[in-house]
């Protein structure tokens, strides 16, 4: 599952790749989810669903418990001015209702380029789910569960030299 695609590079790529994988989109902006949807429809894709909606709801309510091999959130929006903090999507219940949809040893996939949110999502993981220890990741990574799909915003960010922060949770087996 990816939250958040945008535009949905990595959710095209990687069900082209893996035509065996099912995969799940959700993005709060509609004409992101319809644009997303249009493309998957004109290539045949029909291992990938995509939906409009509160990922924090999707998630908390309408997951089955122990369904997913991975949440993938890519790019979150960061939410700049400190009024708007309270807007992201990484809270203390968000990070928490993420780990009883994945099945045993799923992943929970995190990238940014905002080295502050970076900071803050990890210390809420350590804080919240402690049993959960982070490792970074990357396309480099020998096991990585992406294949080295890279999201719009990746593909900018590396283009301009930006560095990328990767960060990956195991669920215990």
Not at 107 to 121: G, L, P, R, S
Request: aromatic share 12%.
């Amino acid at each position: 599952m990816e939250i958040g695609f945008g535009k949905g590079w990595f959710l095209l790529n990687a069900t082209q790749v893996n035509p065996h994988i099912n995969y799940f989109g959700i993005e709060i902006i509609r004409k992101y989810q319809l644009y997303t949807a249009t493309r998957l429809v004109k290539r045949k894709l029909a291992n990938v669903k995509v939906c409009c909606a509160d990922a924090k709801l999707v998630v908390s309510k309408s997951i089955v418990p122990g369904s997913l091999k991975a949440v993938n959130i890519f790019f979150p929006d960061p939410w700049w001015k400190k009024r708007h903090h309270k807007r992201r999507l990484f809270d203390a219940d968000f990070v928490q209702s993420i780990p009883p949809v994945l099945m045993p040893g799923g992943w929970i996939n995190i990238a940014t380029d905002v080295e502050e949110y970076f900071k803050e999502i990890t210390a809420l993981f350590a804080e919240k789910l402690p049993s959960l220890v982070g490792e970074p990741w990357g396309e480099d990574s020998p096991d990585s569960l992406v294949d080295g799909h890279l999201t719009n915003f990746e593909r900018k960010f590396v283009a301009q030299g930006k560095p990328i922060h990767h960060v990956r949770y195991r669920k215990p087996i």
